[in-house]
Every structure is written in C-alpha cells, then in structure tokens.
C-alpha cells in the first residue's frame, strides 16, 4: 500500500535530507556505511548537532525536549537518517532511562538529566542483568539498603555493554528480600563515580 504525503510532509522531507546532506560530517557518515563503530566523541558531536536543531529526541514528549513530530514525520526522519548513514543515538539514554525519567522521575530529576542526555553530556549503561539473574529479572540479587537520604547498594552487574564510557548506570535492584520475586525491585540512577564503583 502507497500512502502519498502532504505537501507539508514532502518539505519536512526535504528538509531533513537537505540537513544531513550539509552538517552530517563525512567522517562519521562513512563510518556508518563501513559498519564500523562510531565512538563516544564523533556520537557526542553528531548528537548535540541534531539537539541544537532540535532534532535529538523525536520520541520525547516536546514539553521534555521532544519534537512534537507525527509518527509520518518520524518515519521519515528515521529513513533520511538511515540512507545518510547517521548513527543512531544511544539508546540508552534517549530510549531507555530518558523516557523512564520523563515518565517517573521528579521534577528536580528531570531537569537535571533530561538535559544532559539531549546533548550528550551524560552518558549511561544498563545495569539489570546479573551473574545469576541473566534475562530473569525476578531473580535480581543486587539489594539496596536505605541509610537516611541514600541507598547502600552491594552486589554485581552483567553485560553493562559501555560501562567503561558510562558516567551513570541506571540499575534493577532489591530493596524487599521479604516480597514477592517479581516485586520489592527498583529502580535506581547511580553515577559511576560513587566509591566502591568498579568496572
């Protein structure tokens, strides 16, 4: 099925290729194409450019930094992207602790975060599986316990994929021994720099 666009559509293309034709840097579009991994500093450059346009987080609500895009304009921003070899952005702060944050987080929390991740000046790892939880989640035994306004938190994570390039990690971990597997888990942002850290 062909679905014909809108002339407003047709120029929104227009726009985005036209944008990636002249500030996509050579280097890191080639990169892409090589299939060869574009690191920490080319993905910074190229993700603070597109927060600069505006253009970092088309998913996020646009109250949070988001675009306000349709899900048409969305699409086709995603194939523009994918025929000029632009890297995806990391997915773990724009599609993963980002949208837990905007969803869950305090209002101190997201102004703090939120802005940091659209430019890329923090960046994150996945802290959920574990050398005995793997994939199962309910079997996660990293406890966490209250002291005052912090958690002390003991226990080892698995396959933090960019943990060494990671300046926070945002990690599953027990808080309830007592409650059902499935539950007395939460969810907890924790910068790599905390003594006792290691990778």
Not at 117 to 128: T, V
Not at 162 to 175: G, K, M, N, P, S
Request: charged letters at 25%.
């Amino acid at each position: 099925m062909r679905i014909a666009l809108t002339p407003e559509q047709r120029a929104f293309d227009e726009e985005v290729r036209a944008f990636l034709a002249t500030k996509l840097p050579a280097e890191i579009s080639e990169r892409v194409k090589l299939g060869k991994s574009v690191g920490k500093d080319l993905l910074g450059t190229w993700t603070r450019m597109l927060n600069e346009k505006g253009w970092a987080a088309p998913n996020w609500p646009k109250a949070y930094g988001g675009t306000g895009w349709s899900l048409v304009e969305r699409h086709l921003f995603d194939v523009a992207c994918r025929a000029a070899h632009a890297p995806v952005l990391s997915g773990f702060g724009f599609n993963m602790v980002g949208p837990a944050i905007i969803r869950y987080g305090t209002e101190a929390q997201k102004a703090e975060f939120l802005p940091k991740i659209l430019n890329a000046d923090l960046w994150w790892c996945q802290g959920y599986s574990e050398p005995q939880a793997g994939s199962d989640l309910a079997t996660v035994r990293t406890r966490a316990e209250r002291d005052g306004d912090e958690y002390v938190v003991n226990g080892s994570k698995i396959w933090t994929s960019a943990a060494e390039d990671a300046d926070w990690i945002f990690a599953l971990v027990r808080t309830d021994g007592n409650a059902k597997p499935q539950l007395g888990i939460r969810f907890l942002l924790i910068d790599m720099e905390t003594e006792g850290l290691t990778v």
